[in-house]
């Protein structure tokens, strides 16, 4: 079955600097790529997401780009500021069969000031 | 809308106790989930369902059971509670459709086992 792996697991950035996080899926038969963000004692919410038949997509400061070859796919943010910091989770699955998300461990991302 | 909405909040249950965690939404979503999410940990997926009358099992569904007889309703039954189903439990939905598949979560329910 589909295997998500996420890193870092956590990441501090100093503020107005830029964060990346990865992930790397095994199934390649996987075509839909949310991310998903949780502040503390908070429920998750999507923030971006990107299907396979896209290479990048952009939300103001957001940005997801996908390598399907390489099957990895990657969140940036730019000018990070103190309301970035929570953990942010990737996922991937398969619309065409199950529907099921399946979920990378999550990345700690603490902004400094 | 409410959304996702999840009941109670919090709980505190001995071992050997059980219960039934409440979920509901008021999107006319189809697909719904039960999640876990250990402290520091990520999402476990314990059951999904793609409709009233259908559900299966996710990665962690040993200890639970749930039953999906409304479109809106999707209930999370804990047998025999275990020190090890203390977490943070999710509900979300989604509905399925034009190659997306947002899932909104509920606010969780904070749940000890002693």
């Known amino acids: 079955g589909e295997n998500v792996e996420q890193h870092p697991s956590t990441l501090s950035v100093q503020e107005g600097d830029s964060a990346v996080i990865k992930c790397t899926y095994s199934?390649?038969?996987?075509?839909?790529f949310p991310w998903y963000k949780q502040e503390l004692g908070k429920r998750p919410q999507l923030i971006i997401d990107i299907r396979s038949n896209v290479g990048e997509k952009k939300d103001q400061r957001i940005a997801v780009t996908l390598n399907k070859t390489a099957k990895h796919f990657s969140l940036h943010i730019t000018e990070t500021q103190p309301e970035d910091s929570a953990v942010y989770f990737c996922?991937?699955?398969?619309?065409?069969?199950?529907?099921?998300?399946?979920w990378g461990a999550g990345t700690k991302l603490i902004i400094k000031p | 809308n409410a959304g996702v909405t999840q009941t109670p909040k919090f709980r505190i249950l001995k071992i050997g106790q059980s219960m039934t965690l409440q979920c509901a939404q008021d999107?006319?979503?189809?697909?719904m989930y039960w999640y876990r999410q250990d402290p520091g940990m990520g999402l476990k997926l314990i059951y999904y369902?793609?409709?009233?009358?259908?559900?299966d099992k996710g990665e962690v569904p040993n200890g639970y059971n749930v039953s999906r007889s409304t479109t809106e309703d999707f209930p999370l039954r804990l047998e025999l509670a275990a020190p090890s189903q203390t977490s943070v439990y999710f509900c979300a939905s989604s509905y399925t459709g034009g190659g997306y598949n947002e899932q909104f979560f509920g606010p969780g329910t904070r749940l000890t086992v002693l």
């Open positions: 199934d390649s038969a996987s075509n839909y």
């Open positions: 999107m006319n979503h189809n697909y």
């Open positions: 996922a991937a699955s398969n619309m065409d069969s199950n529907y099921q998300l399946i």
């Open positions: 369902s793609v409709g009233a009358g259908i559900t």
